[in-house]
């Protein structure tokens, strides 16, 4: 590769660019524009022929793509293909029909581009006075949010990086509106996510005053259970601030009585956060809705809509029925922001949490559902639902199989058992070889979880591309690989 590349000769200004070499010429940008327009739209072509996933170690990455950082540039092409070849690909294809793994995601076209064209624009998304545009598209698009959720017309909140972001952000706020307490105490279930418990260690709430909850058989949080820890913890001297209810865990997709753990939050005076990152816009869906009866009553909510609605990494969302509680534990108005404060009617987005240089989130919601509408969204959720149920009903049906807990929104969890089963103490191991297998043949990702002492093969259907036939497919691999193992 030459060292020196004739550059472009002037920007759109026409200063020349040859001095300035940080500035492109414009129909160089154009050109390299396309190539990655091309290259993505010819990835989603394709998408479900390739592998699943691909991974490698770092004795293979290393030697391909470590280096030093080179002093003189190149031309974009070279480079991009390097990164089109050797880096992009591997990588888990979430979005690929058949990645069944954690929690997938599949974004839509119109979020994907309303993404890159937010970086070209560089929206400094902190303050009205910097963005009153964007900020205007963020407060209509958690109004949306606030009317699906059932919460009154107090309610707000902000786009955030995920669920993590959402769950630390709601954590403070409870904190902070207890008083901070030196002794507050945390609820949360044996099957929180652990984001969750990440965000009381970050908000100095020692691992040793976060409570876990047991759970019953389907994996809910107990509310008397609750009551009970609430009491002993006020007799013991301790200050219960805050309790996390889920709304689709994320290991089972159970949602806890959400409507009964509201009542005893009242009635001890916790705040109470729901973590609906994975399964909060099922509300959406109607045949769902009542499942998540109970949802509007949390003091806050997370969203992640770089999941179930179809939006690109790192789309969360935080809700707070009383968003004056949010602005409490962060505003900050610095003297040399002073100019930016429009009053209480224009939202600076950088009193509601943890960023003040953030980006313009909303606008791929907003986008996408511009472009598709509300019901394609809907018609989405509802489907990855039904084919969830269904993929449920083939497992009872398969003698071989055995489900592990109920299906419940898009989560399914099961294990091959064989027939005659197989000696109950080989199940684990039998499963976790046959995950191996089907992980390694590229045929689909396949991630697991524990269910009390159960290796649990795990699926999460909610990609728009996925269809009865994939998921059918990996369920005959199970199978065959199964019985090729047990035999
Ligand atoms: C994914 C998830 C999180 C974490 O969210 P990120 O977007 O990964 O930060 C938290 N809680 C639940 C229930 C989740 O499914």
Same mark, same amino acid.
């Given at each position: ?8 000769a002037?920007?759109a200004?026409g200063?020349?660019?040859s ?18 327009v091309d ?23 290393? =030697?391909?793509?470590?280096?030093? =950082?080179?002093?003189s540039?190149?031309?974009l092409?070279?480079?991009l293909? $390097? ?8 990588a ?8 069944l ?47 699906w ?14 669920g ?40 100095g ?20 259970g ?11 001297g ?11 865990t #994320? ?8 409507a ?11 705040w ?15 045949n769902t ?16 809509p770089?999941?179930?609605f179809?939006q ?17 534990a ?16 224009h ?9 003040? #240089? ?16 509300l ?15 269904? #993929? ?56 697991? $979880?524990r269910?009390g ?5 795990r ?6 591309? #996925? $269809? ?8 005959d ?11």
């Amino acid at each position: 590769m030459k060292a020196e590349q004739p550059r472009a000769a002037a920007d759109a200004r026409g200063t020349p660019t040859s001095d300035r070499s940080l500035l492109e010429d414009p129909e160089e940008m154009r050109l390299s524009g396309y190539r990655v327009v091309d290259a993505i739209v010819d990835r989603w072509a394709i998408l479900g022929e390739g592998p699943a996933w691909r991974g490698a170690a770092r004795e293979v990455t290393e =030697p391909l793509l470590h280096g030093p =950082p080179p002093e003189s540039g190149q031309p974009l092409e070279p480079v991009l293909e $390097t990164v089109l070849q050797d880096v992009m690909p591997l990588a888990g294809r979430i979005d690929h029909p058949r990645f069944l793994a954690f929690i997938p995601s599949s974004p839509s076209w119109a979020s994907v581009l309303a993404s890159f064209l937010v970086n070209g624009f560089n929206v400094f998304q902190g303050t009205w006075l910097e963005s009153s545009g964007p900020s205007q598209i963020e407060v209509t698009v958690t109004e949306w949010f606030r009317e699906w959720l059932g919460y009154p017309r107090t309610a707000g909140g902000l786009f955030t990086s995920g669920g993590s972001a959402a769950n630390l952000i709601a954590l403070v706020a409870a904190r902070e509106a207890a008083g901070n307490p030196r002794s507050g105490i945390v609820y949360v279930s044996e099957q929180t996510h652990a984001s969750a418990v990440r965000a009381a260690r970050i908000a100095g709430i020692h691992g040793t005053r976060v409570r876990h909850l047991p759970v019953d058989a389907e994996f809910r949080i107990v509310p008397s259970g609750l009551r009970e820890a609430v009491h002993r913890d006020r007799e013991d001297g301790f200050a219960p601030f805050c309790v996390i209810a889920n709304a689709g865990t #994320t290991n089972t997709g159970t949602i806890d009585p959400l409507a009964e753990i509201a009542h005893v939050a009242d009635e001890e005076g916790l705040w109470y956060h729901i973590d609906a990152a994975y399964g909060g816009f099922a509300v959406l869906d109607a045949n769902t809705r009542p499942l998540l009866s109970g949802l509007e009553l949390g003091d806050s909510v997370s969203l992640d809509p770089h999941k179930w609605f179809f939006q690109p990494y790192e789309t969360g969302c935080l809700m707070v029925r009383d968003v004056a509680r949010l602005e409490a534990a962060f505003r900050m108005l610095p003297e040399y922001l002073q100019d930016a404060d429009w009053g209480p009617e224009h939202v600076n987005f950088c009193d509601r949490g943890l960023q003040l #240089t953030r980006t313009f989130r909303a606008l791929r919601v907003w986008l996408s559902v511009q472009r598709y509408g509300l019901d394609a969204h809907r018609r989405e959720i509802a489907r990855a639902i039904e084919l969830a149920k269904r #993929t449920a009903g083939r497992i009872q049906e398969e003698a071989e199989l055995e489900l592990l807990s109920p299906q419940s929104l898009g989560v399914v969890c099961f294990r091959y058992i064989g027939r005659p089963a197989a000696a109950p103490h080989s199940l684990n191991e039998l499963n976790r070889e046959i995950q191996n297998r089907i992980v390694q043949s590229g045929v689909a990702m396949l991630s697991s $979880t524990r269910l009390g002492r159960a290796f649990s093969l795990r699926f999460c259907i909610l990609n728009t591309r #996925t $269809t009865a036939a994939d998921v059918d497919l990996v369920i005959d691999e199970i199978l065959r690989t199964g019985r090729e193992l047990n035999a």
